[in-house]
């Protein structure tokens, strides 16, 4: 599995006629992509950008996204213009993708010193840690978690 993420720019004009076309692909365009591998795609906005993210489940990535580029491009569902490729005086005015690079990855299987025996000791220590107090000194908003930007609802 290849999990794949990418930053999309749309100009306002067309931001949300694009939304409503990735968000709510027709089932052709939904077939094209499973059989190209793509699983799990999720998107997230913030603020004019939208992040996106899939896995990958195939055996030969470039030839997948190559065939599902050549039939979903021709439908307006791709974005064509790599970010380094759109001069930055016109990067506000044109449609544009940009890879992102893994930076890392931890906590994808369970931890070699983690003690079922002790699960319940930590969860008992753990309710509640979210609550502000002179100790806590996290950096949120108490709408970070609210159901319009909770990230995790949709996992």
Partial sequence: MK????IIYIVEEQ????LKGILNPDEETQKIQWLCGVRKQQYFALND???MTFEYKGENFNEDMNKMAAYLDTRGYLVKKRRKDVPAE???TTNWWAPVKKMGT???TKPSF???SETQDYITKLDGSMVRSET????YDD???NDEVNIWKYM
């Fill in 3 to 6: 999990r794949v993420a990418e």
């Fill in 15 to 18: 931001r949300e006629e694009f």
């Fill in 49 to 51: 950008l939208i992040f």
């Fill in 90 to 92: 016109e990067r506000n």
């Fill in 106 to 108: 931890f906590l994808e």
């Fill in 114 to 116: 983690i003690d079922d």
């Fill in 136 to 139: 806590n000194d996290i950096a």
């Fill in 143 to 145: 709408n970070d978690w």
